[in-house]
C-alpha cells in the first residue's frame, strides 16, 4: 500500500532560520513527487514536482531534493510570509493517475 | 476569474440530507479532480475525470456518493443521505493534463457540516 509520511507535524521557526521538512513515502513505482503549499481557508498550491532521485527544484527560499525514499524541502532564510502548511504527495504507476496520495503535512510558523 | 470555482463555501445540512456540491474548472483543463480533507487527515481522494475516458470512481467511499462532469467542463459532486461522518472540506482540482505532471490547480473547497 502506497503511504506518505510527513515531519515534523509542527515546526516553528524565527525569521532566517533555516530547516528542512521531511516526506518520506513508500509506493511500487514512483511516477512522480509533489510539493504543495496550503494557506488556512485555501486549497493547496501547487510548487514543484520531482521524478527521480537526485532531481532538485528550487524556488525562491524553497528547495526540495528526492532520494528513492524520501524528499526534503529545505526552508533557507525563510519570511513570516512562508508560514503554512506544506504537503507531500506521490504518485504510483501503478495507481490512476488522478489518485496522488498526500501525506498529512507540516505546518510551518515563522515568527518576525 | 482564472481559478477553479466551488461553490458553495459553505453548506450546513442536517443528517439524512441530501447535498450538492459544485465545481467550475480552469477552462481547457481536461482533468477534473475530487478530494476531500477531513481535520487533520490527509486529503483524500475521491474521483478523477479525463476528458471522454470513464472517470475513475475508485476513491468514492460509499454508494451514497456519486459525481459527473457535464460537457468537459462543469461537475457536480453529490452526497446522499449524508452522515456526520461526512463533514469534511471537499477540494476539486483540475489540470491541463492527466495527473502525471502533479500540477494541479485547487479551488478554495467546499466546507461541509453535517448536524
Known amino acids: 500500500e502506497d503511504q506518505v509520511t510527513q515531519s515534523p507535524e509542527a515546526l516553528r521557526l524565527q525569521e532566517g532560520e533555516s530547516s528542512s521538512l521531511n516526506c518520506s513515502y513508500t509506493v511500487s513505482g514512483l511516477r512522480g513527487l509533489f510539493w504543495y503549499r496550503q494557506d488556512p481557508g485555501k486549497g493547496p498550491e501547487f510548487l514543484f514536482t520531482?521524478?527521480?532521485a537526485g532531481e532538485e527544484k528550487e524556488k525562491e527560499r524553497l528547495k526540495a531534493t528526492l532520494t528513492k525514499k524520501e524528499s526534503f524541502l529545505h526552508i533557507t532564510a525563510p519570511k513570516p510570509e512562508d508560514s503554512a502548511t506544506y504537503l507531500c504527495a506521490v504518485l504510483d504507476y501503478g495507481g490512476s493517475q488522478g489518485n496522488l496520495i498526500f501525506g498529512k503535512g507540516t505546518k510551518l510558523s515563522v515568527k518576525p | 476569474g482564472a481559478g477553479v470555482s466551488q461553490s458553495p463555501s459553505n453548506k450546513v445540512t442536517e443528517k439524512g440530507k441530501d447535498v450538492e456540491l459544485r465545481c467550475d474548472p480552469i477552462s481547457g483543463h481536461t482533468a477534473l479532480y475530487w478530494y476531500r480533507q477531513s481535520l487533520g487527515q490527509g486529503l483524500e481522494f475521491l474521483i478523477y475525470f479525463q476528458g471522454n475516458s470513464a472517470p475513475d470512481k475508485s476513491g468514492l467511499p460509499s454508494d451514497r456518493f456519486s459525481a459527473e462532469r457535464t460537457g468537459g467542463s462543469v461537475s457536480t459532486l453529490t452526497i446522499q443521505r449524508t452522515q456526520q461522518e461526512d463533514s469534511a472540506v471537499y477540494l476539486c482540482a483540475s489540470s491541463f493534463t492527466s495527473g502525471g505532471t502533479g500540477e494541479l490547480f485547487f479551488g478554495e473547497g467546499s466546507r461541509l457540516t453535517v448536524l
Open positions: 520531482l521524478y527521480s
